[in-house]
C-alpha cells in the first residue's frame, strides 16, 4: 500500500538526524512568533492541559530537503484518456535545489485538541489526477470530493481506522461531504485510472502541514520549548527530528533543513 514505509529507511531516518545536527546550531530552528497566545480561532475551553501546555505563539518553519539521487519515478502507461494526457507520476517531486514537496509533517503523540466549525476541505478530479496529491485535514472535517473530468472516476479510500470509501464520480460531480472520526494516513486510489493516487492525512489536533514545492512548511500555534516531529513521504519514508522553539526568533535568519538521505544512492 502506498503509505506503507519500508525498514530500509532507518538507516537513512538516523543519518539525516545526524546531518540535521552538524547543519543546525542551537536555536537556530525556524522560530517565529505569532500574534500572543494561540491564534485567536482556537479555542483553549475544554482542551486537556496537556493540550493547553503545547499551543501557544511560536510557529516553527523549515524546509523537507533530498540529498542525493532523486528516485526514478513510478512506471505510467503513457497516451490519452477522455481528452487529457496521462500525467506524469506525482510520487516525488524535487525542486532544483532539492526542495521535497508533497511531506506530511506532523507534531509526535500530539494530544487531541477540539475545533469546531472547521471548513470544508475539498479533493479534486482534474485532469486525470488527484489534486490535491496530498491533503491533510482534522476529524470532524468535512471533506468533498469534486470532479471536472468528462469521465467516470472511482475514488477508492483505503482508510482502516474509518469505514473505507468507495466512490463513484461521473461527469463533472461533487459528492456529499465525508467526515472522518478517526485519526490515520491512508492512500487514495481510482480503480478505472490506475495511475491516480493520493495521500490521506486526519490528524485530530492542528500541528501540522504539507511541504510545498519548495519543500518549505509552517506550523504554527506551539508554545516555546522543545517539540518532536514526524515527516513522512510516500516513497522516501519517515523521519523524526526534535526542535527547540525557546530561542527568541532572529530575523532574516536562513530556513533550517530536515534531511533526506535518498534511498537511489
Same mark, same amino acid.
Given at each position: 500500500?502506498?503509505?506503507?514505509?519500508?525498514s530500509?529507511?532507518?538507516?537513512a531516518a538516523i543519518?539525516a538526524?545526524?546531518?540535521?545536527?552538524?547543519?543546525i546550531?542551537?536555536g537556530?530552528?525556524?522560530?517565529?512568533?505569532?500574534?500572543?497566545?494561540?491564534?485567536?480561532?482556537?479555542?483553549?475551553r475544554?482542551?486537556?492541559?496537556?493540550?493547553k501546555?503545547?499551543?501557544?505563539d511560536r510557529?516553527?518553519?523549515?524546509?523537507?530537503?533530498?540529498?542525493?539521487p532523486?528516485?526514478?519515478?513510478?512506471?505510467?502507461?503513457?497516451?490519452?484518456?477522455?481528452?487529457? +494526457?496521462?500525467?506524469? +507520476?506525482?510520487?516525488?517531486?524535487?525542486?532544483?535545489?532539492?526542495?521535497?514537496k508533497n511531506?506530511?509533517?506532523?507534531?509526535?503523540?500530539a494530544?487531541?485538541?477540539e475545533?469546531?466549525?472547521?471548513?470544508?476541505a475539498?479533493?479534486?478530479?482534474?485532469?486525470?489526477?488527484?489534486?490535491?496529491h496530498?491533503l491533510?485535514?482534522?476529524t470532524?472535517?468535512?471533506?468533498?470530493?469534486?470532479s471536472?473530468?468528462q469521465?467516470l472516476?472511482?475514488?477508492?479510500?483505503?482508510?482502516?481506522?474509518?469505514?473505507p470509501?468507495n466512490?463513484?464520480t461521473?461527469?463533472e460531480?461533487t459528492?456529499d461531504?465525508?467526515?472522518?472520526?478517526?485519526?490515520?494516513?491512508?492512500a487514495?486510489?481510482c480503480?478505472v485510472?490506475?495511475?491516480?493516487?493520493?495521500q490521506?492525512?486526519?490528524?485530530?489536533?492542528?500541528?501540522?502541514?504539507?511541504?510545498?514545492?519548495?519543500?518549505?512548511?509552517?506550523?504554527?500555534?506551539?508554545?516555546?520549548g522543545?517539540?518532536?516531529?514526524?515527516?513522512?513521504?510516500?516513497r522516501?519514508?519517515?523521519?523524526?527530528?526534535?526542535?527547540?522553539?525557546?530561542?527568541a526568533?532572529v530575523?532574516?535568519?536562513?530556513?533550517?533543513?530536515?534531511?533526506?538521505?535518498?534511498?537511489?544512492?
Amino acid at each position: 500500500m502506498a503509505c506503507s514505509f519500508q525498514s530500509r529507511f532507518h538507516v537513512a531516518a538516523i543519518f539525516a538526524l545526524w546531518t540535521i545536527a552538524l547543519c543546525i546550531s542551537a536555536g537556530s530552528w525556524g522560530c517565529r512568533k505569532t500574534p500572543a497566545g494561540p491564534p485567536a480561532k482556537w479555542q483553549s475551553r475544554g482542551q486537556s492541559e496537556r493540550a493547553k501546555a503545547i499551543a501557544g505563539d511560536r510557529a516553527f518553519v523549515a524546509r523537507i530537503i533530498l540529498h542525493g539521487p532523486i528516485p526514478p519515478p513510478l512506471a505510467i502507461v503513457g497516451g490519452q484518456h477522455a481528452g487529457h +494526457d496521462v500525467p506524469a +507520476d506525482e510520487s516525488i517531486i524535487v525542486s532544483p535545489d532539492g526542495g521535497v514537496k508533497n511531506c506530511v509533517i506532523f507534531l509526535k503523540d500530539a494530544p487531541v485538541w477540539e475545533t469546531v466549525d472547521l471548513p470544508t476541505a475539498t479533493l479534486m478530479q482534474v485532469g486525470l489526477r488527484f489534486d490535491p496529491h496530498v491533503l491533510a485535514l482534522r476529524t470532524g472535517q468535512p471533506l468533498i470530493v469534486q470532479s471536472k473530468d468528462q469521465t467516470l472516476h472511482n475514488i477508492q479510500m483505503q482508510t482502516r481506522a474509518n469505514p473505507p470509501q468507495n466512490l463513484v464520480t461521473r461527469n463533472e460531480q461533487t459528492l456529499d461531504p465525508i467526515v472522518f472520526k478517526s485519526p490515520e494516513i491512508a492512500a487514495i486510489t481510482c480503480d478505472v485510472h490506475p495511475w491516480m493516487r493520493a495521500q490521506l492525512a486526519i490528524f485530530e489536533h492542528p500541528w501540522f502541514a504539507v511541504s510545498d514545492g519548495d519543500g518549505r512548511f509552517e506550523i504554527s500555534g506551539l508554545a516555546p520549548g522543545k517539540h518532536t516531529f514526524v515527516s513522512r513521504h510516500e516513497r522516501l519514508g519517515e523521519l523524526e527530528f526534535t526542535v527547540d522553539l525557546n530561542p527568541a526568533p532572529v530575523a532574516n535568519q536562513q530556513l533550517p533543513v530536515v534531511v533526506y538521505e535518498s534511498p537511489a544512492q
